[in-house]
Nanobody, 115 residues
């Protein structure tokens, strides 16, 4: 049974940075897509970024130029480097892995950005 555990969440000032990590507790297929979603209070969960096994990345428009997603298949880990943070980045960030009809979610980690 694979479990995803996020870490690195917390608080930051506007313009600051945070780095999120998500580690899978067991072996996963390296060809799965790995990504991050977030959910702000009162809003729907939305895609932040994802990355294929071939390191092809996809970002939501509001994240481009500020966030960077990466993965380390040997460590079964996906990362999200967040720079130039804005108050509207506040929310719960969820790790996601999907492929071959399988979708796995982490428990979420809170990110709060202050003015």
């Amino acid at each position: 049974q694979v479990q995803l555990v996020e870490s690195g969440g917390g608080s930051a000032q506007t313009g600051g940075s945070l780095r999120l990590s998500c580690a899978a507790s067991g072996s996963i297929f390296s060809f799965y897509i790995m990504g991050w979603y977030r959910q702000a209070p009162g809003k729907q969960r939305e895609l932040v970024a994802d990355i294929t096994s071939g390191r092809i990345t996809n970002y939501a428009d509001s994240m481009k130029g500020r966030f960077t997603i990466s993965r380390d298949n040997a460590k079964n880990t996906v990362y999200l480097q967040m720079n130039s943070l804005k108050p509207e980045d506040t929310g719960v960030y969820y790790c996601n892995i999907r492929g071959l009809g399988v979708i796995l979610w982490g428990q979420g980690t809170q990110v709060t950005v202050y003015s």
